[in-house]
């Protein structure tokens, strides 16, 4: 079990990455088939802890419900989560897909409402305010209406794929707080190395028919040695690094106190893309990312315990 600075340094760790790695694949979108982008994550991912799905001597045995987590876990984190993130940035901008996901941790306040029956304090509630209205503020903001996309179609304007690429992002969300959700369960059951692992093996079968066929009509010789390197470290990071980290820091840290740590997510995928994709920050979208921001403490700060 780690120390809780550590713990802390692992969760810091992993929504850096996720946030560099949300921004840097527009470039691996704009190059690369959806279907075939995922399945080549989770393969190149998986090529990289081969040596991670063998079972440690001191678990035990997986129980149906474990089996069915582990599934929910990769199909609703790793392959549709892989799947909404990457054509939500591809119709947006990295920018647009931070700020979006500043409402993740106010997603798993409602989520841990509904589903594991928590009470939830007014205070997250009000953050679950500012998580929309950070969102549909940045939606107006006017540098959406300049995207040039080159698959868009006949009689699509920029707005509409913009609000396409919203409503992705906000599937994202969604799959990225039950992410959080089925996650902290699981970590009282297996090891961060095994279920980083066994989410991965599922999400290349998942993506594997999708896959093959998006890769046999596609012309791999087309693709620069920069976005190679560009891919494997994209694989690398969202399939083994940012998975094995957080599960690291949930063995130690409450689900809630975790979620502080998100605000790294949006941070880093807001200066990736300006200082590394050349994207800009107008005044609506700082003040749109100021009350995403607001919605993340507001969601995650601990509460006080009476006297």
């Given at each position: ?17 996720v ?29 990289g ?30 392959f ?5 993130m990457?054509s ?140 190679w ?67 993340v ?11």
């Amino acid at each position: 079990m780690p120390s809780r600075p550590v713990a802390y340094l692992c969760l810091a760790l992993s929504m850096s990455l996720v946030g560099s790695y949300v921004a840097l694949s527009k470039p691996l979108a704009a190059a690369i088939p959806v279907f075939l982008l995922a399945w080549l994550r989770f393969g190149i991912g998986g090529l990289g802890m081969l040596h991670w799905l063998r079972k440690p001597k001191d678990e035990g045995l997986m129980t149906p419900e474990v089996r069915r987590l582990l599934f929910l876990e990769s199909f609703l984190g790793n392959f549709l989560f892989t799947l909404c993130m990457i054509s939500g940035v591809s119709l947006t901008s990295a920018v647009s897909a931070g700020v979006t996901m500043a409402g993740i941790p106010a997603a798993v306040a409602v989520m841990s409402w509904f589903f594991l029956k928590e009470k939830v304090s007014v205070r997250t509630w009000i953050a679950v305010g500012c998580a929309v209205a950070g969102i549909a503020l940045f939606s107006l903001s006017n540098s959406e209406h300049h995207f040039q996309d080159s698959s868009r179609q006949p009689g699509e304007s920029a707005s509409d794929l913009a609000w396409l690429g919203q409503l992705l992002l906000l599937g994202a969300v969604l799959c990225e707080a039950a992410y959080s959700v089925i996650g902290k369960k699981l970590t009282g059951t297996l090891g961060p190395r095994r279920i980083t692992s066994l989410i991965n093996l599922w999400g290349f079968v998942l993506a594997t028919p999708m896959g093959i066929y998006a890769a046999w009509k596609f012309d791999f010789a087309a693709l620069t040695p920069g976005l190679w390197t560009l891919l494997v470290f994209y694989a690398l990071a969202a399939s083994m690094w940012t998975v094995w980290l957080w599960m690291t820091g949930l063995k130690v840290v409450p689900a809630a106190q975790g979620g502080v740590f998100t605000v790294m997510l949006p941070i880093s995928a807001a200066l990736v893309g300006v200082m590394v994709l050349g994207e800009s920050l107008s005044l609506l979208q700082i003040m749109a990312f100021g009350i995403a921001l607001a919605s993340v403490v507001l969601a995650t700060l601990p509460s006080r315990s009476p006297p």
